[in-house]
């Protein structure tokens, strides 16, 4: 009797003891993962004020800060649930309070006549990028990820449509830096080109809220026009970004067509006697993946882009600048989660997003002409 005692307390309590580090490892991890991303935030955020790399804002000198840290120094794995928290829970934080930045009522008002443009510019963008990138061979996740930045709204869009496409947190960084990086430059060419061109001050900032990737990038060039160009500009391009709510239903009904037909394929693997059924379940995953992660986020964003449109102020006991206040809330949130998606950016595998790079600028480009033609 005494012979099987010991058989069962070796293998129980070491199963039970790496629970309970694991319990306790958790919660440091989060907490760990998420003091690096704030510190990396900041770090950013200094940097950003630098004379140069101001063009390129917090978000992309962030990113790229926490790339290097990377690639220098590694990312102990023990701080990947803190990482993680970063760019799932705060990121969708971020894109809830954007919507007041839209309040929806000035899209609905005034914006309505501009949003047959803005269809305009992310079905052009989406199909240009997916007919460009078969034909250079470029890498198709990170090739529609950059299309739908192009179309909406730079990095934040393709923070929120990433989830859908079960796209991978390393595809998603480098999405999120080539669009900021691609978006800056062609804001300084904007900026250049604004006194020479032949566009009355609306007009041109009509262009630059039509084609350019960023809100950011689009008050930087905008303002190079006047008052009127930042007006017609900003509306311009928030229009563009209420179009993240449809696009993102409409692709998460997609998947979960792709999810039900990997299914069948699946169901019919396995009735034919399991041939090619593990090659069927590793295909049908992020099809699944991406089907069960409704954006539940977008209606959080809608939800406060109808606040906003009650002028809150008029009618809640709000202190003055409170707006100014959640804008820059918005921007550490959006700031802190592009420091997480940095810290999953492996430098070695960047070669992978060369071509892609090369359709995101001929997209860019070829969108920037046609726009600019239908406004002289």
């Avoid at 052009?124 to 078969?134: E, I, V, Y």
């Avoid at 070669?351 to 070829?366: C, E, M």
């Amino acid at each position: 009797m005494n012979a099987t005692v010991p058989q069962h307390i070796p293998h129980s309590a070491p199963d039970s003891l790496k629970g309970l580090n694991t319990l306790k490892s958790r919660p440091a991890g989060i907490v760990g993962g998420l003091v690096l991303t704030l510190i990396l935030m900041l770090a950013g955020w200094q940097l950003a004020r630098l004379p140069g790399l101001s063009l390129f804002g917090p978000m992309a000198c962030t990113l790229l800060l926490a790339a290097t840290y990377r690639h220098l120094f590694g990312l102990p794995e023990a701080l990947r649930p803190g990482v993680r928290f970063s760019t799932t829970t705060l990121l969708r934080a971020a894109i809830v309070l954007f919507g007041l930045k839209l309040p929806i009522d000035v899209v609905l008002q005034q914006g309505l006549p501009l949003l047959a443009q803005a269809a305009g510019t992310l079905a052009f963008s989406l199909a240009a990028g997916l007919l460009l990138g078969k034909l250079l061979k470029a890498d198709r996740q990170l090739t529609l990820l950059l299309a739908v930045g192009t179309g909406i709204c730079g990095a934040a869009a393709i923070a929120a449509v990433s989830p859908l496409l079960a796209a991978k947190e390393q595809r998603t960084a480098m999405g999120a830096g080539l669009i900021a990086a691609a978006g800056t430059l062609f804001a300084i060419a904007y900026m250049l080109l604004e006194p020479i061109l032949p566009l009355p001050s609306a007009a041109y900032g009509l262009w630059s809220g039509l084609t350019l990737h960023e809100i950011a990038h689009v008050a930087m060039a905008s303002a190079a026009g006047g008052s009127d160009a930042m007006a017609s500009g900003m509306l311009a391009k928030l229009s563009r970004v209420f179009l993240l709510v449809p696009l993102c239903l409409a692709l998460h009904l997609r998947q979960r067509q792709l999810a039900r037909r990997d299914a069948a394929a699946l169901a019919a693997a396995r009735e034919a006697g399991g041939a090619g059924e593990g090659d069927a379940g590793a295909a049908a995953a992020p099809a699944v993946r991406a089907a069960a992660s409704f954006p539940w986020f977008l209606l959080g964003f809608l939800a406060m882009s109808a606040f906003g449109a009650t002028s809150p102020g008029h009618w809640l006991p709000l202190p003055d600048g409170w707006m100014g206040g959640m804008s820059t809330l918005t921007s550490v949130l959006l700031t802190t989660a592009m420091a997480g998606m940095g810290l999953n950016v492996n430098v070695r595998e960047l070669r992978t997003a060369v071509r892609p790079l090369i359709v995101l600028l001929i997209v860019s480009v070829l969108l920037s002409v046609l726009t600019l033609v239908t406004l002289l």
